[in-house]
């Protein structure tokens, strides 16, 4: 069946340090890719997305590329904030479906 | 506009009561989602609703699962005898139709089987 996998964390960074989360997809046909996160105490929200291969998401200064070759949507931040310290959860849509497969979430912690 | 609505936003019950979780989804979307979501965890779905019909409800763990949505608009997911093992907090999300469309999603209603 369709799965996510993405890296465990938590990732501890410094304010203004450059952020990476990888995610990797199993999936038969061409899945539309997903970031979502979730800030302390609130429900998750979309981040960004991507519907085809090589499709950038870009929001909030975060981006993720849909790399059909190596099932990847890696998710990048060149420099990040305090107020970035959430779970991220990566998560695929396929067309002919229409339920989110979800990873295991990957809860980053900026210090000041 | 108002997003998704769950209530309550938590629920205390002992094992082997019934349980009734509410969604409002938003105004004019037609598929709605509910998943659940263990500690640490991703979400998992459950079932997925598109108008008053369940297209899809493949993730329900067992048959004292049951969800309906009789209007079109509100759902309701339903959990009959419960267990310990039913403490999650369960998201609701809608979309204004199916396929690839963005799903918003609720806050949850937090579920404690003591």
């Known amino acids: 069946g369709d799965s996510v996998t993405q890296m465990e964390g938590p990732v501890t960074l410094s304010e203004e340090a450059f952020l990476t989360i990888n995610c990797t997809y199993t999936?038969?046909?061409?899945?539309?890719l997903f970031w979502y996160v979730q800030y302390p105490g609130e429900g998750l929200q979309l981040l960004l997305k991507a519907t085809k291969a090589d499709d950038k998401g870009s929001n909030k200064g975060f981006e993720a590329t849909y790399r059909k070759e190596t099932t990847s949507f890696h998710l990048e931040k060149g420099s990040v904030q305090v107020s970035d310290s959430a779970v991220y959860f990566c998560a695929l849509n396929k067309a002919a479906g229409n339920k989110l497969t979800f990873g295991g979430g990957t809860r980053v912690l900026v210090k000041p | 506009g108002a997003g998704v609505s769950q209530t309550p936003s938590n629920k205390v019950t002992e094992k082997g009561k019934y349980v009734e979780l509410r969604c409002d989804p938003i105004s004019g979307h037609t598929a709605l989602y509910w998943y659940r979501q263990s500690l640490g965890q991703g979400p998992e779905f459950l079932i997925y609703?598109?108008?008053?019909?369940?297209?899809?409800d493949s993730g329900l763990p067992n048959d004292r699962f049951f969800a309906v949505r009789p209007e079109g608009s509100v759902s309701t997911l339903k959990i009959q005898r419960t267990e310990r093992g039913d403490s999650a907090v369960y998201l609701c999300?809608?979309?204004?139709?199916?396929?690839?469309?963005?799903?918003?999603f609720g806050p949850g209603t937090r579920l404690t089987v003591l």
């Open positions: 609703f598109q108008g008053t019909g369940a297209a899809d």
């Open positions: 999300a809608s979309s204004l139709m199916k396929g690839t469309d963005t799903q918003y």
């Open positions: 999936a038969t046909g061409y899945p539309s």
